[in-house]
């Protein structure tokens, strides 16, 4: 989850796509064309590992150019296959 958050501080848009799970991972992300946005910080609520399965729950913080700050809660799910942890996709949690 850190090397993901780091990789969007970074907009490493390569590494995002090659760590995102081939299930469901997008084409592209266009992180180019989104918003300028800054990120702020990231905290790690809890994980769980069962397996070749894991859970993290994090608060990611941003701003977009100019805007207020905003936070996004989500519990991600992952999966390890070939040596690597894969995200898989996550859902947002209300504030």
């Known amino acids: 989850m850190r090397s993901r958050y ?9 590494y995002l ?3 995102w799970h081939s299930s469901t991972r997008p084409e592209s992300l266009d992180l180019d ?3 300028p946005t800054t990120w702020l910080g990231l905290e790690v609520k809890r994980s769980v590992t069962q397996g070749n399965q894991a859970e993290v729950e994090f ?5 977009h150019k100019g805007g ?13 296959e070939e040596g690597r942890w894969f995200y898989v996709d996550g859902d947002l949690k209300s504030r």
Not at 6 to 14: D, F, H, I, K, M
Not at 68 to 80: D, G, I
């Open 59 to 63: 608060v990611a913080r941003y701003r």
């Open 68 to 80: 207020p700050a905003h936070r996004m809660h989500e519990l991600s799910r992952f999966v390890f």
């Open 6 to 14: 780091s990789a969007y501080v970074l907009g490493l848009e390569p």
């Open 33 to 35: 064309l989104q918003e």
């Open 17 to 19: 796509l090659a760590s």
